[in-house]
């Protein structure tokens, strides 16, 4: 089975566990700009996604009742790694400040605001299978963005293609970027 498509599996696996325990989580990264599209457009290492942090421990149990293995990494109030099959899930954890604006919700940069408008794509698809998913204008400045938030992570080729890519889609749709 080609990567893709273990990939795939397993983002239709954690939809289902989500969806059963009533949990929330959206595509972000490669495979929601793929899911926007409609499209496999390139290879993913990993699979991003964004979760509530309230809903973490819930999906935690969940996942790991459906064969998903702990992977150590970023801080636990930051972000939840899991792989399965030899491939990484990555679900980063998002609160809301006073204002209800979605912030990250642990680790350095606590508090620290996401794009607005971040959460309000709706769902994409890749043929039969659909996913809420990051909007697309919020993963251009989020890729644009992370080396001036976390110098530590440099630009990389394929972030600059997938901002082009994503550019291109919005202006055939008619749809702003900024």
Aim: charged share 25%; with cysteine.
């Amino acid at each position: 089975m080609r990567r893709a498509d273990q990939q795939l599996r397993l983002i239709a696996e954690a939809m289902e566990v989500a969806e059963t325990l009533g949990v929330t989580v959206w595509l972000r990264g490669g495979w929601a700009m793929d899911f926007f599209l409609g499209e496999i457009t390139r290879d993913h290492e990993d699979i991003d996604w964004f979760l509530w942090a309230d809903d973490a421990s819930a999906l935690a149990g969940g996942l790991l009742r459906h064969g998903y293995q702990p992977v150590p990494g970023p801080p636990p109030d930051l972000q939840l790694d899991f792989a399965k099959d030899g491939l990484e899930n990555s679900f980063t954890l998002l609160g809301r400040d006073a204002a209800e604006r979605v912030v990250v919700a642990g680790g350095p940069w606590a508090g620290a605001h996401w794009p607005e408008g971040m959460l309000d794509a709706g769902p994409g698809r890749i043929g039969g299978l659909q996913c809420a998913i990051v909007s697309p204008q919020a993963q251009i400045e989020i890729k644009r963005m992370m080396p001036i938030w976390d110098p530590s992570r440099p630009r990389r080729t394929k972030d600059a293609e997938d901002i082009a890519r994503l550019e291109a889609a919005l202006r055939v749709r008619g749809e702003r970027s900024e």
